[in-house]
């Protein structure tokens, strides 16, 4: 059973840093993508940034500048540097993969709160 867990969320001021972690495990070999997806209250969940295997990424317009996303093939792990934090980057941030046969997973999600 693939499991997705997600580390790093918490409370921080406008202009601070947070950088989340996200570990796949459970037997999920050959993953393609890895990314973030965020969701506020009361809006659809939204991407944040993804990353293929060859460590192609793609950004949100609103997060180009400031997140930085990698990831460690050998260790199945994503990671997302975040910047500059403002309130409106609050939100609950969920881990995503897609294995090469199109397969999806998502981690149960982590709290970023932007506040002063």
């Known amino acids: 059973q693939v499991q997705l867990v997600e580390s790093g969320g918490g409370l921080v001021q406008p202009g601070g840093t947070l950088r989340l972690s996200c570990a796949a495990s459970?037997?999920?070999?050959?993953?393609?993508?890895m990314g973030w997806y965020r969701q506020a209250p009361g809006k659809q969940r939204e991407l944040v940034s993804t990353i293929t295997r060859g460590s192609r990424t793609n950004y949100a317009d609103s997060m180009k500048g400031r997140f930085t996303i990698s990831r460690d093939n050998a260790k199945n792990t994503v990671y997302l540097q975040m910047n500059s934090l403002e309130p409106e980057d609050t939100a609950v941030y969920y881990c995503y993969v897609k294995s090469y046969v199109g397969n999806d997973y998502w981690g149960q999600g982590t709290q970023v709160t932007v506040s002063s």
């Open positions: 459970g037997g999920i070999i050959n993953i393609y993508v």
